[in-house]
Each structure stands twice: as structure tokens, then as C-alpha cells.
């Protein structure tokens, strides 16, 4: 195992899977020439050239529904949406044609397209620049959506991604290109779907996805170093479609449940886990489980207005003591 | 032309070549975070095209939009709060660099997704057209944008409905990394007007008389009933894309030959040799423009922060998660 930055991860998987097939190509802005905004595509376009690794004019919309075209026929496109932000302008393609155009067609056309994106509130970015688009993506019946919390995660999935028939949507985050952590030596490919156990414990279930998989493990340090509370994290990699098995196997060991998120509570992540806890969990839990989400604005550009519009560990902590009273 | 009009080209542009390096210095210092765009290099672009305006237009601009904001009449106090965040800003902190806001000035805002500047700025013309207004709108974007979607189906609608719009195009030739010949199958950007029945023209971006002349005769143009102007100034941006861009994708070279025709010094020069202005009145206008920008720090320093999270979502408070009536 080495350790790496999550962007060397993203690259690596790109490199391994261009490497292996002609067919597999990246485009998006910036990403040839300059390697990407996140470096995540350095040294690509020297490697294979300017026909697989596409600079593209600002249209996400319809380069985003060229690559979706291509697939159709075999090429497994790799495409870069700067930032969620702009994801909005593709969700035409994305949603009308690469998630339904199996099922419409009768299952004659596939589009194994990979879209990657990242999201979420980086430093003061201001309100176009923090979405949360997540959220937007798992509820397209037909699209895939994945989240890596850490530099493996991405580097698996997005080679699991690039060999899957179905069109995936990456969530990634801003913060966390720089991120370091251990990837196999060896080719590795992370599952599409299921969730992970990230920390064991007996107490609480505490679920999170992409960035607040982090606050939940600092959560579950303080919880287990100053009060005693022995915190499970399960880390929700896979939004779409998500783990019932997981978060039921999870509950069943320790009858109660937070879910946090980066984004609003409104029809998310953590809504629909509640649902799920809800339909399948009910009589397994002792407390009523907890949400855990940002506050319903648009993100401001203020750095204390905005610490304060996002959840952290602390918010986590004080959840749990008031679920379990202690 | 007016020698007053002269020295106020040379002040404006002066003022916007001072703040945005003052602006870099607070975000070295890490009082201004997020991405902060500069304007360095495109100064005769702002002040030739919005010194050509009437003070009734209106302006639609994107995140690299400090100075339009200025040259509208946006206090620098008020401009650089926002960068700093604070509620002194003119969009109370909650906005930022690149999102500038003053209605009170017809500023209609910064926005920072590439190509949204296109139908804002032609909802505004289409409500001016709807009032039989004498006034315009001035949108600004760069050449990166044309090629968003919106950029086609917003000049259809506006010439196909003769809306009293100038579309400026501050054509630096890169979209970030992206030189403008790997972007765009057509660089010569006002040539695309003709695909709508619009005029265009170019005209050189680093000559802030040149942008004036040629902005006066496009607004009176789309003031007459004739429609969209899609004006192109080619200009240069010396710094990076924003404060995290190195600009790596071009050689020192290729920027040593744009300054060679930086728009203040050659305004000088040419105000100097036909006696518009004099060195006294340069020294003058220097010190003055120091001042403006030392306050303009000052000010935003000492600016409080905004504290209400939740105010403004909605016009009225309304709390979804416990039912408001
Ligand atoms: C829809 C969208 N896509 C991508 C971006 C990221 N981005 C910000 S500025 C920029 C380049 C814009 O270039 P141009 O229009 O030439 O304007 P310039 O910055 O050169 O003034 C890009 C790709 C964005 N903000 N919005
Ligand atoms: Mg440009």
C-alpha cells in the first residue's frame, strides 16, 4: 500500500484505464493542457494526446451530451464537470438521456459514460460555488452515484465506474484533493454499490458520505475519549442506490442512528436514509434517530456565516449526548 | 475630446489598476479569500464602454467585475468590504468578490457561472423595451462564454425582439488555461452577431479612447429601436485567471508584449504629447487615487462582519421545518 493525495488516486485511475482502452477517453475545461484545476489530469494530455484527452469550449450541457453520444457506440468517456456548480447546466443531458436512455430504448442503448464533479463549500467560494448537488443526482432513476470519502475510494470506483454499463455520477469535493491516504499497489476496483464500516462501534450509528464521513470520525474520537460513547461510523460511498442492508446491519448492532450531511435536509441524503430507518430499522431503534444537516440558505461568502451554515464534529457530538442522554 | 473627460479615463483606469493590486495584497494577507478575479491589463474596457453609458443604464456583469461596479459609482469602501466580507460590503458580506450587487447604481450584479450573464441582461432590455425606456443595458462577458448556450439562444431573443442590449465581449483570449484558437471555432467573436441579424464590430480593448468611440456610436445604435449590439474589445489580462491561477500556459513573452501596450501608459502617452493633461495633473490624479484606495482598506478593515444567517432566504421569514402559516 502506498499513501497518496486523492488527486494522484483520480489520475492513477484514469492512467490505468486510458492505458488499458483505446476507447476510454476525459474531456472537460482545463483539463489537457493545464492538467486540471485539481491536477487531477496532469501529464494525461502528453501521454495520450489532444484526440483522447479533449480541452473543451465552456458548453457543459452539450459536452457533457457528446461524450453521453459516444458512448453509445462504445467510447467510455471520463468527463470532468469543473465544479457541481455548473453540473446544473448538464443535467439536461445527464438526466433526459445518459439515465434513461436504456429503459426508453428498451434496453437496446446503453451510455456507460462516468461523469466526475466536485462539490461542495470549500473557503468561502461564495453561494454559485458551494452547491451540494448530490442530492440532485441520486434521484435520477438510471444514474449511478458514488462518493469517495478518501484517496482508495476514488481511485476504485472510478475504475469500477469506467467498466460499468451504466452511466455513473462521481460526487467529489474540493477540499479534499490534497487529502493523503493508502491505495492498493496492486489494481483495485471498489464496489458501485454497499458502504463500508469506517469505525466499529456498539453505541450509535453514525452515517455519513463524502466529507462528513470525516466530521463523524472526529465525532467518534470526542464521543469515545471524553464521554464514553463507543460510536459506529458507516461510510455511505454509494447514493444511488443506497445501502438498506448496510444501515439495517449497522442499527441492528447499536439501536440508534445519526446521519450528517454537507447539504440542506430537505429531499437528501440524510432524508432518505430517515426513510430507510423508518421502513426497515423501526422497532430495532431505542431513540429517535437524528438528522445532522446545513442550514437552508444559499451558502454566503462570509467566513463566520458560513462555518456556521455547515455542520461539524461538534454538532455530531452534541446530537449523540442528546439522543443517548449522556 | 474634453480634456476633463481625458483625466477622468486616466483617474478611472488608475483607480481600478490600484485597487485590484491592493486587492491581491489583502488576499495575500488572507483578509480576501475565495477566488478573487483581477482586472489588470482589460482596464479600457469598463471605463470606455461604462464612460459611454448614461447614468439610466443598466449594467450586467460577471465575477471579474469589480471595476465595473467602481466605474458605476460602487464606493471602493463598498467594493472592498465585500471582498473582505463584511457588512459594509455592497452586498452586506454575504456576496463576495464575485458577486457584487447595487440596484441603487443599476448594477445589476456579478455572477459566476459562465454565461448567466446573457439572459439576465436580456430579461433587463426586455423589461426596458416593455416601459418604453430611453435607457439600455451594458453585459459584459468574456470570450470563453460565447460558446455557452445561453450566448446563442439570448441574442436570438434579443434581436429577434430588437431589445436595447450591448453585449460586450472583453475578449482576453483565454478561457482560464485555454488560448482562444483551442476554444473557439470562430476567434473573431463580433462576427457571430451576423448568425442573429445583429450588428458587431471590434475594436481594440487596450485603447481606452478607441472603446469609448465605438461604444457611443453601438448605444446609440440599440438606443435608436435597432436592436443588440454585440461590441468585442480585444484586450489582456496580466495576471492569472484568478488568485490561484500561476498562468503556467503562457510565456512571459506573450505578456511583456501586451504591456507594451497597457492602456494607462499609452493613454498618457497620448495625453502628454497632444497637452490633455499635464505631469502636475498626473501627480495629482496619482495621489488622489492612493488616497481612494488607502481608504478603501481602511474602510473595509474596520467594517463589521454580518451576523444574521437565515434573513433574506425568502422576503418574508418562513421557517419549512415547523410549518410557518
Ligand atoms: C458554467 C461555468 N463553467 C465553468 C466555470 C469555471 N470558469 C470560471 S471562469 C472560466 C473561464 C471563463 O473565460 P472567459 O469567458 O473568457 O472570461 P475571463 O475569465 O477570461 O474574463 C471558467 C471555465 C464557470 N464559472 N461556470
Ligand atoms: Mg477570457
Redesign the pocket.
Known amino acids: 500500500m502506498a499513501e497518496m493525495m486523492f488527486w494522484e488516486a483520480v489520475r492513477r485511475a484514469h492512467d490505468e484505464e486510458m492505458e488499458r482502452d483505446p476507447l476510454v477517453i476525459c474531456m472537460g475545461e482545463d483539463i489537457g493542457v493545464v492538467g486540471g484545476t485539481y491536477k487531477a489530469t496532469t501529464g494525461l494530455y502528453d501521454k495520450y494526446g489532444p484526440e483522447r484527452v479533449i480541452d473543451t469550449p465552456i458548453c457543459e450541457n452539450s459536452y457533457t451530451g457528446l461524450g453521453i453520444g459516444a458512448s453509445f457506440l462504445g467510447v467510455r468517456p471520463i468527463i470532468e464537470i469543473m465544479s457541481v456548480n455548473f453540473s446544473w447546466l448538464a443535467l439536461d443531458q445527464i438526466a433526459n438521456t445518459a439515465a434513461k436512455v436504456r429503459y426508453m430504448s428498451g434496453g437496446q442503448l446503453t451510455a456507460p459514460c462516468v461523469v466526475r464533479s466536485p462539490g461542495g463549500t470549500a473557503h468561502q467560494l461564495g453561494a454559485q460555488h458551494s452547491g451540494r448537488m448530490e442530492k440532485v443526482f441520486m434521484g435520477i432513476a438510471g444514474l449511478r452515484v458514488v462518493t469517495p470519502s478518501n484517496p482508495r475510494q476514488a481511485y476504485g470506483l472510478i475504475k469500477s465506474a469506467v467498466r460499468c454499463d451504466d452511466p455513473v455520477f462521481i460526487n467529489e469535493h474540493e477540499i479534499m484533493y490534497n487529502m493523503k491516504g493508502e491505495v492498493p499497489d496492486e489494481e483495485y476496483f471498489h464496489p458501485l454499490e454497499g458502504s463500508e464500516v469506517a469505525r466499529e462501534g456498539r453505541d450509535v450509528s453514525l452515517f455519513g458520505y463524502n466529507v462528513s464521513v470525516h466530521w463523524c470520525l472526529q465525532a467518534a474520537e470526542i464521543l469515545a475519549r471524553e464521554h464514553g460513547i463507543e460510536a459506529e461510523v458507516v461510510d455511505l460511498y454509494a447514493l444511488s442506490p443506497l445501502d438498506r442492508a448496510g444501515i439495517r446491519r449497522s442499527v441492528a448492532r447499536t439501536h440508534h442512528a445519526l446521519i450528517a450531511e454537507e447539504a440542506e435536509p430537505a429531499v437528501g441524503v440524510g432524508a432518505e436514509v430517515m426513510a430507510i430507518l423508518d421502513e426497515e430499522c423501526f422497532y430495532e431503534l431505542d431513540a429517535p434517530p437524528v438528522r445532522v444537516s446545513a442550514a437552508t440558505v444559499p451558502i454566503p461568502y462570509n467566513h463566520t456565516l458560513e462555518k456556521a451554515a455547515i455542520p461539524n464534529a461538534g454538532d455530531i457530538v452534541a446530537a449523540v449526548r442528546k439522543m443517548l442522554g449522556r | 475630446m474634453q480634456r476633463s473627460l481625458i483625466r477622468q479615463f486616466y483617474r478611472d483606469m488608475l483607480l481600478a489598476r490600484q485597487f485590484e493590486e491592493a486587492a491581491a495584497e489583502q488576499y495575500r494577507q488572507g483578509r480576501i479569500a475565495g477566488f478573487l478575479h483581477l482586472y489588470p491589463g482589460e482596464e479600457a474596457v469598463a471605463v470606455g464602454t461604462l464612460r459611454a453609458a448614461d447614468p439610466g443604464d443598466y449594467v450586467v456583469s460577471t465575477y471579474r467585475e469589480h471595476v465595473h461596479a467602481m466605474v458605476r459609482g460602487i464606493p471602493p469602501e463598498a467594493v472592498m468590504a465585500e471582498l473582505f466580507g463584511r457588512a459594509g460590503g455592497c452586498s452586506r458580506g454575504y456576496g463576495g468578490s464575485m458577486h457584487l450587487f447595487s440596484p441603487e447604481h443599476r448594477f445589476l450584479g456579478g455572477y459566476a457561472i459562465v454565461g448567466e450573464t446573457f439572459p439576465v441582461a436580456t430579461g433587463v432590455g426586455y423589461w426596458l423595451r416593455m416601459t418604453d425606456s430611453a435607457d439600455a443595458v451594458l453585459c459584459y462577458f468574456?470570450?470563453?462564454a460565447v460558446n455557452q448556450g445561453t450566448f446563442h439562444e439570448s441574442l436570438n431573443m434579443a434581436s429577434l425582439w430588437k431589445l436595447p442590449i450591448l453585449f460586450v465581449c472583453?475578449?482576453?483570449?483565454?478561457?482560464i488555461g485555454t488560448e482562444i484558437h483551442r476554444h473557439s471555432a470562430l476567434a473573431e467573436v463580433h462576427r457571430r452577431a451576423c448568425a442573429y441579424g445583429m450588428l458587431g464590430r471590434r475594436v481594440d480593448g487596450m485603447d481606452v479612447l478607441a472603446v469609448y468611440e465605438a461604444s457611443r456610436e453601438a448605444l446609440a445604435q440599440v438606443r435608436s429601436g435597432a436592436g443588440p449590439f454585440l461590441l468585442e474589445c480585444e484586450t489582456y489580462r496580466y495576471r492569472g485567471h484568478s488568485m490561484a491561477d500561476p498562468a503556467s500556459y503562457r510565456s512571459a513573452i506573450e505578456v511583456e508584449e501586451l504591456r507594451a501596450r497597457d492602456p494607462l501608459a499609452s493613454l498618457w502617452r497620448k495625453a502628454e504629447a497632444a497637452g490633455w493633461m499635464t505631469a502636475d495633473e498626473r501627480r495629482a490624479i496619482e495621489a488622489e487615487v492612493t488616497a481612494a484606495v488607502d481608504g478603501a482598506v481602511a474602510f473595509a478593515e474596520q467594517s463589521p462582519p454580518p451576523t444574521e444567517l437565515q434573513a433574506g432566504v425568502y422576503a418574508r421569514p418562513l421557517d419549512l421545518y415547523r410549518g410557518a402559516p
Do not use: I, M, R
Open positions: 468574456g470570450d470563453g472583453e475578449n482576453n483570449h483565454y478561457q
